[in-house]
């Protein structure tokens, strides 16, 4: 789910508990947490499916009032409207601790390497391309590995799951536990 500055703003500072989208299934679950950007993570504590809004409601997404909640959802198209009560997580995200991690065990190596050879060889080329390049854009990086942008986007968040790479403004770099992957010799 992306949270717009508003809304991440918002779940920071406690005056938006709530966000309302149009979904033809929901994208998330109650429970699921979800990075917010800056290291902040937010937890949907409920998902449902509403027919109606409240100012009430309103208030708690970040609008003045039930109009301007509808006016937004209402260029949003038709499907749905999913009500989405949410929290701030008061612990960093696992993944940024995961991330920075700037050494590894030879079995954390072995086990790096062996995930990445199930992925494929692009994720090899990739990673080793990220780092070549730190910085650049997603859509100049997709053609040297044969991808197109979607898919290559998809698989950068793959090696971000391990903790392997960091998504800046334009493109990506490494993360300190993806350059000390890269600098260990493989077995």
């Not at 989208?21 to 504590?45: D, F, I, N, P, S």
């Not at 109009?67 to 198209?77: F, I, K, P």
């Not at 065990?105 to 990445?116: D, G, N, P, S």
């Amino acid at each position: 789910m992306l949270f717009e500055r508003r809304l991440r703003e918002g779940v920071q500072d406690g005056s938006i508990t709530l966000a309302f989208r149009r979904w033809k299934r929901a994208q998330v679950k109650a429970g699921g947490r979800y990075r917010m950007g800056e290291g902040l993570l937010a937890e949907v504590t409920s998902v449902e499916i509403v027919t109606d809004v409240t100012d009430e409601d309103a208030r708690a997404a970040g609008f003045p009032d039930r109009a301007a909640l509808l006016a937004d959802l209402g260029r949003r198209g038709t499907d749905p409207i999913h009500r989405l009560a949410l929290r701030l997580v008061d612990a960093p995200d696992p993944r940024d601790v995961l991330a920075a991690t700037d050494h590894l065990t030879a079995e954390e190596v072995a086990a790096l390497a062996a995930r990445l050879e199930r992925m494929g060889p692009w994720a090899e080329r990739t990673l080793r391309l990220i780092a070549e390049r730190p910085g650049v854009r997603a859509g100049d990086l997709a053609p040297e590995v044969g991808q197109d942008l979607t898919r290559f986007k998809l698989n950068v968040r793959k090696l971000k799951a391990l903790g392997l790479t960091i998504s800046l403004e334009a493109g990506y770099r490494l993360s300190p536990r993806g350059e000390a992957y890269l600098s260990t010799p493989k077995p």
